[in-house]
């Protein structure tokens, strides 16, 4: 799935962490669960170091209304999230459940049926009255935002377009080695510069689309 992209379907939780006390402890399983994106405006952590940090668990039934005060440590309540989608969403709980509009979350809507990235112009477009009210409360079309998009989808096709060119400068030395053009001491540098250029090429890519792996979750998830 392409960054940016929703999902399709229903997420089915796979982790089954340890019953913490503080809601706040669950903070790295959920980053393993949702695959270190934040579940509303699917941002990656992992663009800037320290992200992270700037991130949050979002109580998805608002812990400030009574009837869902049980659930504030309830692993199935809780969220990865982003700082603006959690501060934008807050305490939002629809006033009659019957009518909504609700935000939507993975586990429990097909989010790619109410939501899909406009992939040339990188807003988000709604495809029902939940999907409106989201984008107009968690603001996933302001400017920023949207820039913020563009600028991430550019630097994965400029690092794609870098990584096409290592692979045929590397192959074409060693071509030249093969008719005696290069000698040994020569590939070899071509060939360390290649491995150097490539490890950071593969971790740009991975670092903006979310794929880097997080830091190993604690030994009290199974
Ligand atoms: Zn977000």
């Known amino acids: 799935m392409g960054v940016f992209q929703y999902p399709k379907g229903l997420h089915r939780r796979r982790l089954q962490p340890f019953p913490y006390k503080n809601y706040k402890s669950f903070k790295r399983v959920l980053q393993h669960e949702f695959v270190r994106v934040c579940v509303y405006c699917r941002t990656p952590d992992s663009v800037s170091p320290g992200e992270y940090y700037s991130f949050a668990v979002d109580h998805y039934r608002p812990k400030v209304v009574p009837k869902f005060k049980d659930l504030e440590t309830n692993y199935r309540n809780l969220y990865y999230c982003c700082g603006p989608c959690n501060s934008r969403k807050n305490d939002y709980w629809p006033a009659d459940e019957r009518l909504g509009p609700f935000v939507v979350n ?87 510069i290649f491995a150097r250029s490539m490890s950071t090429v593969l971790d740009i890519i991975q670092c903006n689309d979310g794929t880097k792996a997080p830091r190993p979750l604690p030994r009290t998830v199974k």
């Open 106 to 192: 993975p586990c429990e809507h097909d989010m790619a049926a109410h939501l899909r990235l406009n992939a040339a112009t990188f807003e988000y477009e709604s495809r029902t009255p939940d999907g409106a009210h989201m984008i107009r409360l968690l603001q996933l079309n302001e400017p920023d935002i949207v820039g913020y998009r563009r600028r991430v989808v550019e630097t994965i096709e400029l690092a794609n377009l870098r990584r096409i060119e290592l692979n045929k400068k590397l192959a074409e030395a060693k071509k030249k080695f093969s008719k005696g053009l290069l000698t040994a001491a020569e590939l070899a540098n071509v060939e360390a």
